[in-house]
């Protein structure tokens, strides 16, 4: 039988790839940051959200989204004037806002399953609304990080240099700031706010491994995460597993397999005699906004 034929799995399906699309194309820029478990920290503060919607009857995806924000550009407000280490301002949003969740669901009248959906993920009770607000956003956040990239690398290379070529660095900042909580929110749905940094961390981790240039690891890491996304959903339909888990599973053991190819195609170039040196492409900050 087709599991597919439901509506509730075509509903889980096309919300899993856009997030599988959406989450590496942001997530590159949190790597080169160096600032790949952020999403946790976001995630955590998203869970505030989902409370305070469940408690006062709103949209939970909404709610979040608003929560989200607030605590991703408090975060980048903190990290920015330097006034405390942003390691202590995102350990402050990652209990508090799992501490504030808590406490606002067990106010509501939802049942602990309702946090669990959050924690977890639960693909397969996407709503048609949730849907919508998933292609939405989803959408917005891969154009805007498509069509940003040359400022974005910039500023994630090397802000100094960014500032000096004239970029708005503040704002971009921010942007990616606004993204990453706008990105963690609706990837709740997919994978629970315990495993969002991994399908926004582990494609771009992977696509390392055998791509060379900006540009090339960002379609690597998008491809990944599509892979990862649509297989773990059909894993979860077929083997009655999670979905959530399912697809990090699989991201994690793509990044197993590409590592253990590199390691392997490393080792045969060792033994067969030096290669030829390859030509570094070009950094995409030298584009420069004028």
């Known amino acids: 039988m ?33 600032l790949a478990l952020i999403g946790d920290g976001i995630g955590h503060v998203a869970l505030t959200g989902v409370g305070a919607g469940l408690l006062l009857n709103r949209s939970p995806v909404l709610v979040a989204v608003v929560a989200a924000t607030l605590g991703a550009i408090v975060i980048e407000l903190v990290r920015s004037r330097g006034r405390t280490s942003g390691d202590l301002a995102l350990a402050l949003l990652f209990y508090g806002g799992i501490a504030g969740g808590v406490m606002l669901v067990g106010l509501s009248d939802a049942s602990s399953g309702s946090l ?47 500032r000096v070529s004239g970029l708005p660095v503040r704002a971009l900042n921010l942007l990616l700031a606004v993204g990453t909580a706008v990105t963690v929110t609706i990837a709740m749905r997919a994978v629970g706010v315990l495993l969002i940094s991994a399908l926004m961390v582990v494609p771009v981790a992977t696509a390392q491994q055998v791509t060379r240039g900006f540009r090339a690891t960002m379609g690597a890491a998008m491809a990944l995460g599509l892979f990862a996304a649509g297989a773990g959903v059909w894993v979860a339909a077929t083997a009655d597993t999670a979905p959530g888990a399912s697809v990090v599973l699989l991201a994690i053991g793509s990044f197993l397999v590409v590592a253990l190819l590199a390691a392997g195609r ?3 170039r060792r033994r067969t005699g030096p290669a030829a040196v390859p030509v570094a492409e070009p950094p995409e900050h030298e584009v420069v906004l004028r």
């Open 2 to 34: 087709d599991l597919f034929q439901y509506d509730f799995m075509l509903r889980a399906l096309v919300g899993a790839l856009v997030i599988g699309l959406a989450a590496p194309a942001l997530g590159i820029y949190l790597v080169q940051r160096r």
């Open 116 to 162: 669990n959906a959050y924690l977890f993920g639960s693909l397969t009770t996407t709503s048609p609304a949730d849907l919508v607000t998933i292609l939405v956003l989803g959408v917005a956040i891969l154009v805007t990080m498509l069509a940003l990239r040359p400022a974005l690398f910039a500023v994630c290379h090397d802000e100094e240099y960014a």
């Open 266 to 268: 490393r080792a045969l």
